[in-house]
């Protein structure tokens, strides 16, 4: 019998799992890919739900669920899929928008972008608006129609959509083909064009969803150039004025004034880390999204068309300039903060040098003045101890008078008060010092 066989003696135990495992192994199916067959059609919005907007957006979809006697997302559920008859709705919640992607019957003959997307948008209208729409893609599913194939840079379906920025590309194998003009059309939706010529109905679902990922991140990514373009003008005053400063920093000697550039300085730093701690978000998601972007991309493996641009070299002449935009103003602003700290940790030690400085000066002084004073102080001890001496020898010579009437002293009172007089004083001296080493110590 193996040693690993399980006995009365040693019975099985089931291995306890990690808390979160469940969740992870949930996560890599959190967006599964259904099959789409040609042709079809579908509309896709994409609106900002941040902050409160996300549950009020649940809780609109929960009822629309059930009115229609339909299962609603559970609460911690971040996707849905709705089948309305002929209708399919996939609902997904991400950390700042929501999308609802509509898929719908079309007919093979009809025209391309008909009807309308207005006119289909309906189901859409049924559901409260979640937050502003950002994204509305009009996306057309046809099969291969026959047309002639591009030829000497011609394009059969060029004029469904702006010649002038046109993008064109087949997938990896050329089972596809994707185009669009990334413009917005009467409607307020963005066009995409997309030919099957024999894929399966899994890998179409796969290539829907990546050419809509495309368009909905592309869009969002953007959203950091409008926080760019606003912030450049407030870090060209910083800049300008750090330099103003800092020349003034070479020339200001007094304490009052390297004070108020301090000041100033601590100032522009406050502005420029508000400023960044305000956009981190904004910069830091576009880089996500951009990179979403250029995943999808490459998972599409495009191939050029009729010499078209493609997709990817579409945005790269329009989108990444955006983005290097939107990663210089980040990185403007933390070297921005770079140096107004190291300024401003420039000017406060020469600030406290000079106030060091100052304190030493300031206690000099109080050092000739304690001095000063001590000088008085002796000056008024050697007045006190005349003046008492001067009062016990008055009262010694009271004394000695009396005796001296009285027959007790036989000598002549006055030498005897004279006598009295330095012995009086070098006690009375002697007592006064002792005092002060006791209470205040030696001083010279």
């Known amino acids: 019998m193996s040693d690993t066989t399980p006995t009365d003696d040693y019975p099985t135990q089931p291995l306890a799992p990690h808390p979160l495992r469940a969740a992870i192994l949930a996560e890599v199916h959190a967006r599964p890919v259904f099959a789409i067959s040609a042709p079809a059609r579908i509309l896709h919005f994409a609106f900002d739900t941040t902050g409160d907007r996300a549950g009020a957006d649940r809780a609109h979809l929960l009822a629309f669920c059930e009115a229609r006697g339909q299962a609603g997302p559970l609460p911690s559920e971040k996707q849905h899929r709705l089948v309305l008859g002929a209708t399919v709705l996939r609902w ?21 972008f008909h009807p309308p997307a207005d006119l289909l948008a309906t189901p859409m209208r049924q559901i409260p608006q979640p937050g502003p729409l950002l994204v509305a893609i009009d996306l057309d599913l046809k099969p291969e129609a026959g047309e002639a194939a591009p030829d000497g840079g011609s394009f ?199 106030r060091q400085q100052q304190n030493q000066e300031l206690l000099k002084s109080m050092n000739a003045r304690t001095r000063l004073q001590l000088r008085l102080q002796t000056t008024v001890e050697g007045l006190s101890v005349a003046a008492i001496t001067y009062y016990v020898v008055g009262l010694f010579g009271y004394l000695v008078k009396a005796a001296a009437e009285s027959g007790r002293l036989p000598l002549e009172p006055t030498y005897v008060t004279a006598a009295f007089v330095p012995v009086a004083a070098l006690a009375i001296w002697l007592m006064v010092r002792r005092i002060r080493q006791k209470h205040i110590g030696r001083h010279e």
Not at 161 to 175: G, I, K, R
Not at 274 to 283: C, I
């Open 92 to 112: 997904e919640q991400h950390s700042e928008f929501t999308t609802y992607t509509w898929q719908m019957p079309s007919a093979a003959e009809s025209p391309a």
């Open 156 to 354: 059969p379906y060029g004029r469904l959509f702006d010649q002038t920025s046109l993008a064109v590309a087949e997938n990896s194998d050329a089972m596809a083909l994707i185009a669009t003009d990334f413009q917005v059309d009467a409607a307020g939706f963005v066009r995409i064009l997309l030919i099957d010529r024999g894929m399966s109905g899994e890998r179409t679902g796969a290539l829907v969803q990546n050419v809509i990922d495309i368009e909905t991140y592309r869009s969002f990514a953007l959203l950091g150039l409008p926080e760019a373009q606003r912030l450049m003008p407030s870090i060209a005053r910083a800049e300008r004025r750090l330099a103003e400063v800092t020349d003034k920093m070479r020339t200001t000697e007094q304490l009052s004034d390297n004070h108020l550039l301090l000041d100033e300085l601590m100032a522009l730093a406050a502005d420029v880390e508000a400023g960044a701690a305000a956009s981190a978000f904004r910069f830091g998601a576009s880089r996500a999204y951009d990179e979403i972007v250029t995943q999808r991309l490459h998972s599409i493996g495009e191939r050029t068309v009729g010499g078209l641009p493609t997709w990817s070299s579409f945005l790269a002449r329009r989108m990444a300039p955006a983005m290097r935009t939107c990663m210089a103003t980040e990185a403007r602003q933390a070297n921005l903060a770079i140096r107004l700290t190291r300024a401003a940790n420039l000017l406060r030690t020469r600030v406290d040098v000079e």
